[in-house]
């Protein structure tokens, strides 16, 4: 008799019920907080992308399978308040790693976009007027090609299209290749 009293206790204090099959609420923001922190200690995400995360784990299979979706926002939340998740926080650190990558503004900016960054926080730590892009767009040219010069139009037309392609604006394409056309 005990035993059947303690059973209905815990569904009475918000515990998952056996017939239902669901965690509570607090228990489901339990298990997606756990989830969020292991994401975190792997490196920083902005706030939209752990979101998708998290929805992708409650939308798997397994333990997940049943838990309240709705938690998400409220982990989320908390994360935020505690300050363990930071759009800024991201942005800085990603803006960081890809351009020391030899990645140009245009491509970091478009990551930042898939991944959910406000225009107006990527536009902070973007400056696209920064002469160490220029820097940077030389040294990512001199990686891919070496040192020496394009000989010829072609040459410089395919460093060119590289330099796009890693995400430098035309200005500083064109900046980091004038005068190295050898005639």
């Known amino acids: 008799m005990v035993i059947g009293d303690n059973a209905a206790g815990a569904s ?33 995400h902005a706030v939209a992308e752990l979101r998708r995360k998290l929805q992708a784990h409650v939308e798997g299979r397994g333990k997940a399978r049943n838990l309240d979706a709705d938690a998400i926002d409220e982990v989320l939340a908390r994360l935020q308040d505690e300050g363990l998740l930071s759009d800024e926080r991201f942005t800085e650190a990603f803006v960081r790693y890809r351009s020391n990558g030899g990645h140009g503004p ?41 040192e020496g010069k394009p000989k010829d139009f072609k040459q410089r037309a395919r460093q060119a299209r590289f330099l796009q392609y890693r995400g430098f604006t035309a200005d500083q394409v064109r900046q980091a290749l004038d005068g190295d056309v050898v005639d």
Do not use: H
């Open 106 to 146: 245009q491509r970091i900016q478009a990551e930042l976009r898939e991944r959910g960054v406000s225009e107006k926080i990527a536009a902070i730590y973007l400056d696209f007027d920064d002469p160490r892009w220029l820097e940077r767009a030389t040294r990512a040219r001199s990686k891919r090609f070496g």
């Open 12 to 44: 009475a204090e918000g515990g998952a019920t056996a017939d239902e099959g669901r965690p509570s609420r607090a228990e489901s923001c339990q298990v997606l907080r756990n989830k969020a922190m292991d994401l975190l200690a792997r490196r920083e």
